[in-house]
């Protein structure tokens, strides 16, 4: 029995959720360590933790979004075209 995987709007909801939060350890990271290399230790202001929150969201929802576009968009055509070899 051949299951199908459906592009729903929960996986859309979780992939950028996923994604969000990846982007926030890598850019927290990212922040971390440009700090340390440029000033020899670690200093963050919130306005920091706003900017990496933000490019966070941004990059996640992108990130989500895109591959969830495509694949409606994959799964519409496929719906319309007939298959090649019907055997």
Do not use: Q
């Not at 966070?56 to 929802?61: C, E, F, H, L």
């Not at 990130?63 to 090649?84: Q, T, V």
Request: net charge positive; hydrophobic share 50%.
């Amino acid at each position: 029995m051949k299951r199908k995987n459906n592009i729903t709007i929960k996986l859309l909801f979780l992939s950028i959720a996923y994604m969000t939060f990846c982007c926030l350890i890598f850019f927290s990271l990212a922040l971390v360590t440009v700090k340390f290399i440029i000033n020899h230790k670690v200093n963050i202001m919130p306005s920091d933790i706003k900017h990496v929150l933000v490019a966070s969201i941004i990059a996640g929802v992108a990130s989500g979004l895109g591959p969830w576009f495509f694949a409606k968009l994959d799964e519409r055509k496929a719906r319309k075209s007939p298959p090649s070899d019907p055997d």
